[in-house]
């Protein structure tokens, strides 16, 4: 592999020589950084096993290498890399895959390490939506997660991520993460704090992450992260689970702030060792069990990992002092609810009990029930998935529940060919040899949903979003 022309300031490299644990050099931390970033992807289990994908790749010629803290994880190596992007391929367009660095994936694994499994979740800082999507595929898209994104541009992205996974039980805030102590105190299982950070891991990545590096940035950015695990920490009810995480290395953005916070709440803070989350972990593990992943342990990221359990209530923030407004949905009545359950079970659609219909003038929406206690406290940019629009005729079906609730093996399914699934993607319409005897029918590609298509004549009527539309080449060469 090329080297990286990484810049590294000397001040920054002085700090690091001081922190680096005594059995590991500082010479291969060095060469660790100049390497270029191996790249890993997470099988989504949402829509298919990992034992399925493995045997659909297998003719690629693909080498995965599993990740030893995620079971879905893979290093990948690929020769058609410069032919056809990874992005690019069928299986990452249709969700089956998230393409997401290794370390990254262990926040996520150290939520539902020993067998958790919350109701209610967290993400404070969630786009692009690697950890929400690994989030929902480890609750089997049960339960209710609430993924915030402060970015404005970035939730966009985050929607369009949550959606190609068919992630069906988020709902999705746009917020500054301080205000969710305030305005929803202990009502969180389980909360994911991936804090923004000085991001001193990621250089492999982005070779001049550090051009603009200072300490005295990094006490800034700390200030802030104290803020935002408070605030979390008082979101959290009595006995659940906070994970804190960077993308950096520093002690200032890392250690201390969970010590802050113990500082603050002695009764209530508590850590919980992550020695036994993987075999090798014992490699970045600190004194106090958090886990400090330095690049050249893992051959990854630079990143850091701590899981605090809160043992006691504590006292409450004082309130947000902003108005939510009106909620401008209601429950959907039960004559009309029987009606459109039995109009989506004619396409192709269901959904599971944990997903309740809620109603926007002509819109028809599906919440995550555990959402439910937080309406009125919070306000939402999108509260679950957008099910329908009613009219006339009946109902018009939006592409992304589609997605999240056609199923693979669908009786209502129409199964495209390689060219007609390119075709599909291109977001042109599609003229089978035979084509389907009904009107509506979801097309599939190698068993998974891309879409809604309506029969005219010969032909099925293109309903992909203009907006993921693609050009270039698409899906892998020998498929």
Same mark, same amino acid.
């Given at each position: 592999?090329?080297?990286?022309?990484?810049?590294?300031? #000397?001040?920054?490299?002085?700090?690091?020589? #001081?922190?680096?644990?005594?059995?590991?050099?500082?010479?291969?931390?060095?060469?660790?950084?100049?390497?270029?970033?191996?790249?890993?992807?997470?099988i989504?289990?949402?829509?298919?096993?990992?034992?399925?994908?493995?045997?659909?790749?297998?003719?690629?010629?693909?080498?995965?290498?599993?990740?030893?803290?995620?079971?879905?994880?893979?290093?990948?190596?690929?020769?058609d890399?410069?032919?056809?992007?990874?992005?690019?391929?069928?299986?990452?367009?249709?969700?089956?895959?998230?393409?997401q660095e290794?370390?990254?994936?262990?926040?996520?694994?150290?939520?539902?390490?020993?067998?958790?499994?919350?109701? *209610?979740?967290?993400?404070?800082?969630?786009?692009?939506?690697?950890?929400?999507?690994?989030?929902?595929?480890?609750?089997g898209?049960?339960?209710?997660?609430?993924?915030?994104?402060?970015?404005?541009?970035?939730?966009?992205?985050?929607?369009?991520?949550?959606?190609?996974c068919g992630?069906?039980?988020?709902?999705?805030?746009?917020?500054?993460?301080?205000v969710?102590?305030?305005?929803?105190?202990?009502?969180?299982?389980?909360?994911?704090?991936d804090?923004?950070?000085?991001?001193?891991?990621?250089?492999?990545?982005?070779?001049?992450?550090?051009?603009?590096?200072?300490?005295?940035?990094?006490?800034?950015?700390?200030?802030?992260?104290?803020?935002?695990?408070?605030?979390?920490?008082?979101?959290?009810?009595p006995?659940?689970?906070?994970?804190?995480?960077?993308?950096?290395?520093?002690?200032e953005?890392?250690?201390?702030?969970c010590?802050?916070?113990?500082?603050?709440?002695?009764?209530?803070?508590?850590?919980?060792?992550?020695?036994?989350?993987?075999?090798?972990?014992?490699?970045?593990l600190?004194?106090?069990?958090?886990?400090?992943?330095?690049?050249?342990?893992?051959?990854?990221?630079?990143?850091?990992?701590?899981?605090?359990?809160?043992?006691?209530?504590?006292?409450?923030?004082?309130?947000?002092?902003?108005?939510?407004?009106?909620?401008?949905?209601?429950?959907?009545?039960?004559?009309e609810?029987?009606?459109?359950?039995?109009?989506?079970?004619a396409?192709?659609?269901?959904?599971? #009990?944990?997903?309740?219909?809620?109603?926007?003038?002509?819109?028809?929406?599906?919440?995550?029930?555990?959402?439910?206690?937080?309406?009125?406290?919070?306000?939402?940019?999108?509260?679950?998935?957008?099910?329908?629009?009613?009219?006339?005729?009946?109902?018009?079906?939006?592409h992304?529940?589609?997605?999240?609730?056609?199923?693979?093996?669908?009786?209502?399914?129409?199964?495209?060919?390689?060219?007609?699934?390119?075709?599909?993607?291109?977001? *042109?319409?599609?003229?089978?040899q035979?084509?389907?005897?009904?009107?509506?029918?979801?097309v599939?590609?190698?068993?998974?949903?891309?879409?809604l298509?309506?029969?005219?004549?010969?032909?099925?009527?293109?309903?992909?979003? *203009?907006?993921?539309?693609?050009?270039?080449?698409?899906?892998?060469?020998?498929?």
């Amino acid at each position: 592999m090329a080297q990286n022309a990484v810049y590294l300031p #000397d001040e920054f490299l002085a700090q690091m020589r #001081d922190l680096l644990p005594a059995h590991l050099s500082f010479d291969e931390f060095i060469a660790a950084c100049q390497r270029p970033l191996r790249r890993s992807i997470r099988i989504n289990t949402l829509k298919i096993t990992v034992e399925d994908f493995l045997r659909l790749v297998a003719p690629y010629g693909w080498q995965l290498t599993p990740i030893p803290w995620c079971a879905e994880g893979f290093w990948i190596e690929r020769d058609d890399e410069e032919a056809l992007p990874l992005g690019s391929t069928a299986e990452h367009l249709s969700g089956m895959f998230y393409i997401q660095e290794a370390s990254s994936m262990l926040p996520v694994s150290a939520l539902f390490a020993d067998g958790e499994m919350p109701e *209610r979740v967290m993400d404070v800082a969630a786009a692009p939506g690697s950890k929400t999507t690994q989030i929902a595929a480890c609750m089997g898209n049960r339960g209710a997660i609430l993924a915030n994104e402060y970015s404005a541009s970035r939730v966009k992205v985050l929607h369009a991520n949550i959606s190609r996974c068919g992630v069906a039980n988020v709902a999705l805030t746009h917020f500054d993460g301080r205000v969710f102590g305030p305005a929803l105190p202990e009502m969180f299982d389980a909360i994911l704090l991936d804090a923004p950070c000085s991001g001193e891991g990621v250089v492999r990545k982005d070779p001049d992450a550090l051009k603009n590096w200072s300490h005295a940035s990094n006490l800034e950015i700390a200030a802030t992260q104290r803020e935002l695990i408070d605030s979390a920490f008082h979101a959290l009810r009595p006995g659940g689970t906070l994970v804190y995480s960077t993308c950096t290395l520093n002690r200032e953005e890392n250690e201390a702030i969970c010590h802050w916070l113990k500082a603050q709440y002695p009764d209530a803070v508590e850590f919980w060792p992550l020695n036994t989350l993987f075999t090798g972990a014992e490699q970045a593990l600190t004194d106090e069990g958090f886990l400090h992943v330095f690049p050249q342990i893992y051959d990854c990221e630079g990143f850091f990992v701590a899981r605090l359990r809160k043992t006691a209530a504590i006292a409450p923030m004082p309130s947000p002092g902003y108005k939510v407004g009106n909620f401008p949905f209601s429950r959907m009545k039960p004559k009309e609810e029987a009606l459109l359950i039995n109009a989506a079970a004619a396409v192709g659609l269901q959904w599971h #009990d944990d997903l309740h219909l809620w109603q926007r003038d002509k819109e028809i929406w599906l919440f995550p029930a555990h959402i439910a206690p937080l309406i009125g406290k919070v306000r939402f940019s999108r509260p679950g998935i957008k099910l329908a629009e009613s009219h006339n005729k009946g109902y018009r079906w939006q592409h992304e529940a589609v997605i999240a609730l056609a199923g693979v093996d669908n009786p209502h399914s129409f199964e495209l060919t390689h060219q007609e699934a390119e075709e599909w993607y291109r977001g *042109r319409d599609v003229y089978p040899q035979t084509p389907p005897t009904k009107d509506d029918v979801i097309v599939t590609y190698q068993r998974q949903p891309l879409g809604l298509a309506k029969k005219v004549g010969s032909r099925l009527k293109n309903s992909y979003p *203009r907006e993921l539309v693609r050009d270039g080449r698409l899906f892998a060469s020998n498929t």
